[in-house]
């Protein structure tokens, strides 16, 4: 089974700063990676897929990057609605799917 | 527009079965599978399985297999997941997830609301 780890576990910053995540594949996935958005009481939104692939009416700030076993989100300038747990997703290894633990975006 | 409407909350208690239900709206049912995703509280997403809604083939993760069974009515355009002999560890939203289709498959880009089980004695 693929797994991944994703830092930090918590980022805490200020609304306007550029928010950097990573995930890690441990194995090499290709470009097989997706990254959802999830705020609490609310399924999960798809942000992006294939490694840098916004889905529809994903804002332009949303931007993803990475190949093989590293990958990043970045949020280039954080809107409060971005607050959020950010999850990263691997279908490498398909029909198998794994998601990382999350990494938890916080205001500072 | 696409809609992904899951059934209510339940509370089984250890032993028991669950079926959850998720109908689907705004697409042609057929032309993709459905996933399921659940999530203790508290805790990640954890990938369940799929099942396309085309020819009713099944995918399940190896710890589910024998417990999990997924199906689908296509003359009503909803999947439904089963859950037997259900344990305290079994507690946690349920989602459904359209599986996208062709090249873009196991890539979720709707869910449905979440169902909350909840097994307790």
């Known amino acids: 089974e693929i797994v991944l780890t994703q830092s930090p576990a918590t980022l805490s910053l200020s609304p306007g700063e550029r928010a950097t995540l990573s995930c890690r594949a441990s194995q090499s996935i290709s470009s097989y990676l997706a990254w959802y958005q999830q705020k609490p009481g609310q399924a999960p939104r798809l942000l992006i897929y294939?490694?840098?692939n916004r889905a529809t009416g994903i804002p332009a700030r949303f931007s993803g990057s990475g190949s093989g076993t590293d990958f990043t989100l970045t949020i280039s300038s954080l809107e409060p609605e971005d607050f959020a747990v950010y999850y990263c997703q691997q279908r490498g290894n398909w029909p198998r799917v794994t998601f990382g633990p999350g990494t938890k975006v916080d205001i500072k | 527009q696409v809609q992904l409407v899951q059934s209510g909350a339940e509370v089984k208690k250890p032993g028991a079965s669950v079926k959850v239900s998720c109908k689907a709206s705004?697409?042609?049912?057929?032309?993709?599978?459905i996933s399921w995703v659940r999530q203790a509280p508290g805790q990640g997403l954890e990938w369940m399985g799929w099942i396309s809604a085309y020819n009713g083939n099944t995918n399940y993760v190896q710890k589910l297999q024998g417990r999990v069974t997924m199906t689908t009515d296509t003359s009503t355009s909803t999947a439904y997941m089963e859950l037997r002999s259900l344990r305290s560890d079994d507690t946690a939203v349920y989602y459904c997830?359209?599986?996208?289709?062709?090249?873009?498959?196991?890539?979720?880009?709707?869910w449905g609301q979440g169902t909350l089980v909840t097994v307790s004695s």
């Open positions: 705004g697409y042609t049912f057929t032309s993709h599978g």
């Open positions: 997830a359209r599986d996208g289709s062709g090249s873009y498959v196991r890539i979720f880009d709707y």
């Open positions: 294939d490694a840098s």
